[in-house]
């Protein structure tokens, strides 16, 4: 096997975790829309980064991103975590043109980095908004 040839696989990966990560969310929202299972903010986990520091951490508000969105309130999931529905909609996204794509026998769309590049700039970005928020007051 290249030194290069991992790569060629790369776009056929970000596709299977895109539908993964779909499909994940699309059982989430039927167990909560069916009652077997209901998102509550209690479910979040207490943050180690923020229990030592008293800062948040790059993912703190993940965990409330992910109940807003799945309960229908995109502005809250935005306001949490902007990367919780930015990924979602770039899985979306990529789930669809991925699957048309092998649907005409065509190959996957290629995987793009300046996509995660936005989702880093996202992520680092509201940490640092946080907690410039929280230090001022």
Known sequence: MKKDAWWKHVDTLIYGLSCLLIGGLLV???LQLTGHFTL????????????????FCPGCGG???LT?????RIF???LAHPFVPY?????LID???GTSARIRHRSVPKFRPVYAYIGIALIFGQWIIKNILLLLG
């Open 76 to 78: 809250d999931s935005i």
């Open 95 to 97: 789930v669809i043109l």
């Open 87 to 91: 990924l979602t909609a770039c899985a």
């Open 28 to 30: 989430m929202l039927v």
């Open 40 to 55: 509550t903010d209690d479910l979040r986990f207490p943050c180690g980064f923020r229990l030592a520091t008293g800062l």
């Open 63 to 65: 965990s409330h991103a």
């Open 68 to 72: 807003a969105m799945l309960s229908g």
